[in-house]
């Protein structure tokens, strides 16, 4: 088993994949020009360009998912307007308010919807409800989606058009949390492009932290005119970096001979058999379907105390319609062996648990 093949709990518990180690080695060659006039950064800018296939892209390294998120919504939301998005979103519930702090106090509305997903026709009644308040509530400017979302489920690129169409109708950006975006892409099969900026995202938060990266993060405007002021806002929030080429050189390396998307491939098999795994034990099932690297299963209690009792690590995690599921999520660095023991173990416990006995 590897070193942290009992341990469930997210894609950031990993190291760094050995080709990111090994550029940022390279980087530490020589003096070069700082906080971003850096050879990397420009190769870094023209790999994105590649990648996304667009030249209009322009792309700015930050240390992490939640700077790229906040800075990326205070781009597009003023202090007095309102943001839409999942009710579970991480920018709702799990970065302390650092995008109402970076964008001087817009507000977050947080919809409900099945499986982790927004929906066109939430969307709208929730335009139609803030217009009604008129100068009383805060009109929304943005929608944010969460490709992978919270429940582990996917945008097609079609659902995401669908809501990009109808946010553009009202005026409104939209903003994809791309935090397991290569996930998506790898799972999907379409394009970078097509899961991003074809399909109507104007700015999207590019995860690389969890999928191999030490600690570089992006955040891609795909329309330039956005990005207007960006500079000035990433300096004023204190997240330039005067050696920005170490977070260039992991970015560099992440997109370059489709790294980005073979370790999410990986990571995507891996939550794949283990989601199959699961539904097969007495007393199982998935609260969500398997669609990239999160696996979110309900297992009788008893199994879960027996597991943790083992040694395995996961979390808790509220189910759809009631009760609890546990979340288990796959990384790049795990591997089948991973899988094997978890399944074993979980095996042994459910059917421990379904002939009345203690697991
Ligand atoms: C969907 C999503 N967005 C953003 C982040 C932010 O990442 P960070 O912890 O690097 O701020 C995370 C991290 O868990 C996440 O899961």
């Not at 979110?296 to 009631?322: K, N």
């Not at 796959?330 to 648990?353: G, K, M, N, P, Y």
Request: aromatic fraction near 6%; include cysteine; charged fraction near 20%.
């Amino acid at each position: 088993m590897s070193r942290d093949g009992t341990n469930f709990t997210s894609d950031n518990v990993t190291g760094v994949s050995p080709a990111i180690l090994a550029a940022l080695v390279g980087a530490n060659e020589g003096r070069v020009p700082s906080y971003g006039a850096d050879p990397l950064t420009a190769a870094l800018e023209a790999r994105a360009r590649a990648v996304f296939e667009t030249d209009e892209l322009v792309l700015f390294p930050v240390a992490t998912g939640t700077a790229a998120n906040a800075l990326a919504l205070a781009a597009l939301v003023p202090p007095y307007r309102a943001l839409l998005c999942h009710e579970s979103a991480h920018i709702m519930t799990d970065e302390c308010g650092a995008p109402e702090f970076y964008s001087g106090g817009a507000k977050l509305i947080g919809l409900p919807g099945a499986g982790g997903k927004l929906r066109p026709e939430r969307i709208a009644a929730a335009i139609a409800a803030a217009a009604e308040g008129g100068v009383h509530g805060a009109q929304p400017v943005a929608v944010s989606l969460t490709q992978a979302t919270e429940a582990g489920t996917l945008y097609r690129p079609e659902e995401v058009a669908a809501i990009a169409e109808l946010a553009g109708t009202h005026g409104l950006r939209l903003h994809m949390d791309g935090a397991r975006i290569a996930n998506a892409v790898a799972s999907l099969g379409c394009s970078p492009a097509e899961a991003t900026w074809k399909a109507g995202v104007d700015v999207l938060s590019l995860g690389a932290t969890k999928n191999g990266a030490m600690a570089a993060e992006a955040v891609v405007f795909f329309d330039r005119r956005l990005a207007d002021g960006f500079a000035e806002r990433r300096k004023r929030a204190g997240h330039l970096f005067s050696k920005q080429r170490f977070l260039s050189a992991q970015l560099l390396a992440y997109l370059e001979d489709g790294l980005w998307l073979a370790n999410a491939a990986h990571a995507n098999r891996l939550a794949g058999r283990l989601g199959a795994g699961l539904a097969r034990l007495p007393g199982c099932r998935l609260a969500h379907p398997v669609e990239a690297n999160e696996v979110f299963a309900v297992l009788p209690d008893a199994a879960i105390e027996a597991l943790l009792a083992q040694g395995f690590r996961f979390y808790r995690w509220p189910a759809e319609g009631g009760g609890t599921a546990i979340r288990l999520v796959t990384a790049f660095s795990s591997d089948d062996a991973d899988i094997d023991a978890f399944l074993a173990a979980a095996a042994r416990h459910t059917e421990a648990v379904a002939a009345g006995q203690a697991a």
